[in-house]
């Protein structure tokens, strides 16, 4: 048919928008957790290092959790600030806690802005259907998106 360059996105149009690729047209606009979600700011540290690198870390950074990897970037686990010895030897592993909540790219914001309001959760782990992260979606962002989408 003449062209050259041609490519199959099998993904889907979903997938797509919330990879932040270009989208065309005036139709509604369906926010989703994945226009928000970021990686900046994020503490993140993987298998095999130690307690006290990623407290001291969350310390400079004022985070007051870590989000435990693996080598793919797959979310493990998470250790919170607050329930960590500062002065421990151990590896991130043995303290994390594993299988944290997490959200698609794809999870509607407005419904998930109002569960994380109503539990008071000030922020949400977004990861791919394989558990790659994404980022993290803040509720201030999310409340802006649904603003903007109203």
């Known amino acids: 048919m003449g062209f050259n360059d041609v490519y199959d996105f ?3 149009k979903i997938e797509w928008m919330v990879n932040g690729l270009p989208v065309e047209g005036n139709g509604p606009h369906f926010a989703m957790a ?4 970021t990686k900046d700011g994020v503490h993140t540290c993987i ?4 307690v006290t690198e990623s407290v001291r ?4 950074r004022g985070e007051s959790f870590c989000l435990v990897l693996n080598s ?3 979310v493990l686990g998470r250790l919170r600030k ?5 002065d421990s030897d151990a590896l991130v592993e043995t303290v994390m806690e594993t299988g944290p909540t997490t959200v698609r790219p ?3 914001a407005k419904p998930l802005l109002e569960r994380m309001e109503k539990h008071n959760v000030p922020a949400i782990v977004v990861t791919t259907k394989k558990g790659q992260l994404v980022g993290v979606a803040r509720r201030e962002d999310l409340r802006r ?3 903007e989408s109203s």
Not at 57 to 60: D, L
């Open 34 to 37: 994945g226009e928000v979600a």
């Open 57 to 60: 870390e969350m310390k400079e």
């Open 106 to 108: 794809i999870e509607p």
């Open 10 to 12: 099998v993904d889907g």
């Open 47 to 50: 298998l095999g290092s130690m």
């Open 72 to 74: 793919e970037d797959i």
């Open 145 to 147: 998106l649904v603003e």
């Open 82 to 86: 607050k329930q960590l010895d500062p």
